[in-house]
Structures are given as C-alpha cells and as structure tokens.
C-alpha cells in the first residue's frame, strides 16, 4: 500500500506543478491550482464510488481497471477477501465434520454457556434427554429436574460422573459427566448406562445370595461339628485334630460370608434416611469394650484420646462396624500388651477418628491395595489371625457413603495408624452435659 500512495502522491504533485507552471504563463496560477484541486478531486471521488459499487457486489472475481494508489486498493482488498472465503470454507467443512462425528456418537454431548443455558447438542441429546429443536437458550434444569442433577450441577465438584435413573425411562440408567472450558461454559457427556447399572446389579444379587444360601447349610454343619468336638475325647488323636480344624474354618466361612452379606447391604441399601448424631467418644469406649474381649491373654493397652464435644452425622451402626474392624486389625497386628490409640479430633480439615497401633506395620508397596476384597499382604498372617481378607473393604464402602477418606502411614516393626477424614459438613461440635447433669 505504501508503494501505491508514493505513487499518487507523486502523480499529485506532478500535477500541481503542471498546474502552477501553466497557470504562470497564462497569468492565472491561483485559477489553474484551483481548477487543478477540483479536478484531482473529482477523480478521487469517482473512484472512491467505483471502489464502494465493487466492494457491495457479490463476485471478487473481477477486479476493475486502476492505476497507481487505487490499483494496490483493489490489490489488498480482493487478496483480503479470496483470504477470508477460504478460512470461511475450512471452517464450514470442520464444523460440518464435527457434526457428523458427534451425531454418529450413542452420548449425548451438550453445551451450555456459563448460566447453564442450552447453546448446542448432538442428535443423541434428543434420545437420552429428549431436547428439540426449539430448546436453544433454555436452561438445562428445566429438562433434568431431578434434585440430585440440581446439586451436582450446583455443587462444581464434576471429578465423579453421576449416576442416577432417566426422567423419561425408569429401566434407564444415564451418567453424567460435566466439564467445565474456555469461559465458564460447561461440556455435558450423557451416557446410557443401563446395561453396565444391570450387570452390577446382577453381581451384587449374585453374591448375596450365594451367601445367603450358604448360611443355612453351613450352621447346619457347624453344629455337628461342634457336637462332634464336644465329643471329641473318645476318637482317636488324628480325628482329634481334623475336627477341631474343621471347626475352626468353618468359623471362618461364617465370618466371611457375614462379611460378604455385610458388603451386600452397603452397596444395596440407601441408609441416608438412618442418619443420626454420634458422639463419637462413646463409641470408641464401647467398641474399645468389644475389643478388650478380643485382645484377651494378649491384654492391649488401649487409650482413647478423643473430644468429647465431637458429633458425627451418620448411620451409627456402619460406622461402628468400620471403626470395629480397625481396631480388631489392631489387636490382630500387634503383639501382646502394645499400646492401641483411639483419636478423635476436629479440626478446620473437618472430623477425624485415627486408630493408631504400635504392631507389626505394613510395607509401603502395599498400602494402596488394602482396602481391596480379600487382599492380603501376607496371606498365611490373616490365617493366623482369623481375618476374611474384607474388613478393610467394609472400611473402604462405609466411609464412601460417609463422603469420608481413609488415610494409612505404617512403618514395618514399628506400627501403622488408620485416619478416617470426615468432611466438616458431618461434624457438629456440641458441648457435652457436665458430669452433673449425667449422674441426674
Ligand atoms: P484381614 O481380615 O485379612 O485382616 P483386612 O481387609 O482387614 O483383612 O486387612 C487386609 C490386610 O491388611 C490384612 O491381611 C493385613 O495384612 C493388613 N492389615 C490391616 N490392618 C493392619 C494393621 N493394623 N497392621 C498391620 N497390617 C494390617
């Protein structure tokens, strides 16, 4: 553009001498500048409308004729336009193609701006949530009313899918997974996972019914069992030893499968409604009670360290039988007469209960597998001890429905703690009725 101005420039001013010479030997220069200037402008104007008609009609293909300045204006804007008509094609056809790949996809993807509002979705968004073609800007609770969609949305925690049954279809199971892009906007993954949610189901009846069908057989032969060793003196040596390790196992199997039914109710059943306050201190007393029995010869030490103002909300019951099997893992894992610690604390992090022993501990290595089902860090351990291999499963399920977190530090020969992290929206501090008002 520059070499085009420089030229006009140029022309003008040849133009203006012209003028002013011609004007000096006429005897009128003021005239002829004149005459001149409006010429020049003239020309400026004709071509300014020429290049205003070009710009307003549809076709760049021709380029009309031009010279100097106007010439490299009709350059620039035409290499400006064949420019932006080809991003504008590159941009058509990728749109076009996401469109087509996003229909062919069986999940809904959905875009909402930063209110919520629907701004564009996939044909599979029209199946699993039934929006139309009219939905545009409307918000996205108006078509997932259901109070638990309402809160994740509102909550901001998108790190879990949620999972709950379709509004249209009850025999669907859909999952949610929201991410949130560029400003505010949110990315909204809907899949069907119906057959997924019935597969779990099937595996979840499967095992507690198994159990359930065991139990019955099984006491039927622990009774014998039992009779037998009461009888057991008039056998010879080696029956002796077989039955009361027959008797000893099935022990175990009822443990295991009491376990087992245990697991099965607490991914089955909603206990949220059973929730209450639980002052956590008598809780460790009485289960540290429980678990002077179990301790036995081996008399622990136990201590319990905790505030005595620290309420949890929560199904008493759940956390008893999580809060159990950790202190019976203590007195497993110890060796006679070593100190057990029972903390509770509050603090801005929210409520903990810790469960500190002073016994054999556990290699790093693995520690991030305990809490999976029968996962034993030395198997013939857990034999000796009597273990099922799924206390810490229970642990795992029960704090999952408290929102709660496990924490483990161990240190081999030296002892381990088990941290139980409760969110502050559990926890109530409640300042506990003087010893007065007990004894009334
Ligand atoms: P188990 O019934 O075998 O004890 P758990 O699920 O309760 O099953 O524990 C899994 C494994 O974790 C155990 O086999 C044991 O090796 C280890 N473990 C659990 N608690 C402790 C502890 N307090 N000290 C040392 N090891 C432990």
């Given amino acids: 553009m520059h070499r085009g101005f420089v030229s006009e420039f140029r022309q003008f001013l040849v133009a203006i001498a012209v003028a002013a010479v011609l004007g000096l030997v006429i005897g009128y220069p003021l005239y002829t500048l004149l005459l001149a200037n409006?010429?020049?402008?003239?020309?400026?104007l004709y071509n300014m409308r020429k290049l205003e008609r070009w710009l307003t009609t549809r076709s760049i293909g021709q380029v009309p004729n031009a010279t100097g300045f106007w010439e490299e204006v009709y350059y620039q804007v035409s290499n400006n336009r064949e420019r932006h008509n080809k991003e504008k094609h590159r941009l058509q056809s990728l749109i076009l193609r996401v469109q087509e790949t996003t229909a062919a996809l069986k999940d809904a993807v959905i875009i909402l701006d930063d209110q919520a509002s629907i701004q564009w979705w996939n044909q599979s968004a029209r199946r699993l949530i039934g929006l139309q073609p009219g939905d545009h800007g409307k918000p996205i609770v108006n078509y997932l009313r259901s109070p638990r969609f309402v809160r994740y949305l509102e909550a901001e925690d998108y790190s879990e899918p949620l999972t709950m049954p379709s509004a249209t279809d009850s025999d669907q199971f859909l999952s949610f997974q929201i991410n949130r892009y560029g400003q505010g906007d949110y990315l909204m993954v809907v899949r069907d996972i119906s057959r997924l949610q019935?597969?779990?189901?099937?595996?979840?009846?499967?095992?507690?019914?198994?159990?359930?069908?065991?139990?019955?057989?099984?006491?039927?032969?622990?009774?014998?069992?039992?009779?037998?060793?009461?009888?057991?003196?008039?056998?010879?040596?080696v029956w002796q030893k077989a039955i009361s390790q027959m008797e000893q196992q099935s022990k175990r199997m009822t443990l295991i499968i009491e376990?087992?039914?245990?697991?099965?109710?607490?991914?089955?059943?909603?206990?949220?409604?059973?929730?209450?306050?639980?002052?956590?201190?008598?809780?460790?007393?009485?289960?540290?009670?429980?678990?002077?029995?179990?301790?036995?010869?081996?008399?622990?030490?136990?201590?319990?360290?905790?505030?005595?103002?620290?309420?949890?909300?929560?199904?008493?019951?759940?956390?008893?039988?999580?809060?159990?099997?950790?202190?019976?893992?203590?007195?497993r894992y110890s060796?006679?007469?070593?100190?057990?610690?029972?903390?509770?604390?509050?603090?801005?992090?929210?409520?903990?209960?810790?469960?500190?022993?002073?016994?054999?501990?556990?290699?790093?290595?693995?520690?991030?597998?305990?809490?999976?089902?029968?996962?034993?860090?030395?198997?013939?351990?857990?034999?000796?001890t009597g273990g099922t291999g799924l206390?810490?499963?229970?642990?795992?399920?029960?704090?999952?429905?408290?929102?709660?977190?496990?924490?483990?530090?161990?240190?081999?020969?030296?002892?381990?703690?088990?941290?139980?992290?409760?969110?502050?929206?559990?926890?109530?501090?409640?300042?506990?009725?003087?010893?007065?008002?007990?004894?009334?």
């Avoid at 007393?285 to 620290?310: C, M, P, T, W």
């Fill in 38 to 44: 409006v010429l020049y402008g003239a020309w400026t």
């Fill in 198 to 237: 019935k597969l779990e189901q099937m595996r979840k009846d499967f095992i507690g019914n198994v159990s359930h069908e065991l139990r019955t057989p099984l006491t039927v032969v622990r009774g014998y069992l039992e009779t037998m060793a009461d009888n057991a003196d008039s056998l010879p040596g």
């Fill in 259 to 331: 376990d087992l039914l245990t697991l099965t109710r607490l991914e089955t059943d909603d206990s949220s409604l059973r929730e209450t306050k639980i002052n956590v201190a008598d809780l460790l007393q009485s289960i540290v009670h429980d678990a002077q029995d179990l301790s036995g010869d081996k008399a622990h030490q136990f201590e319990i360290d905790a505030d005595e103002d620290f309420l949890l909300i929560g199904v008493i019951e759940e956390l008893r039988s999580c809060i159990s099997n950790l202190v019976y893992n203590a007195v």
């Fill in 335 to 384: 060796p006679a007469k070593s100190q057990i610690i029972l903390h509770a604390y509050v603090d801005e992090g929210g409520g903990h209960i810790a469960i500190e022993d002073h016994g054999i501990g556990i290699e790093a290595r693995h520690i991030p597998r305990l809490t999976e089902r029968f996962y034993r860090v030395d198997a013939s351990r857990s034999l000796d």
């Fill in 391 to 440: 206390g810490l499963a229970i642990v795992k399920h029960v704090l999952s429905r408290h929102q709660a977190l496990l924490e483990i530090t161990s240190r081999i020969n030296h002892g381990s703690t088990f941290t139980c992290s409760f969110r502050l929206d559990r926890v109530v501090k409640e300042h506990r009725p003087s010893s007065l008002n007990d004894s009334e």
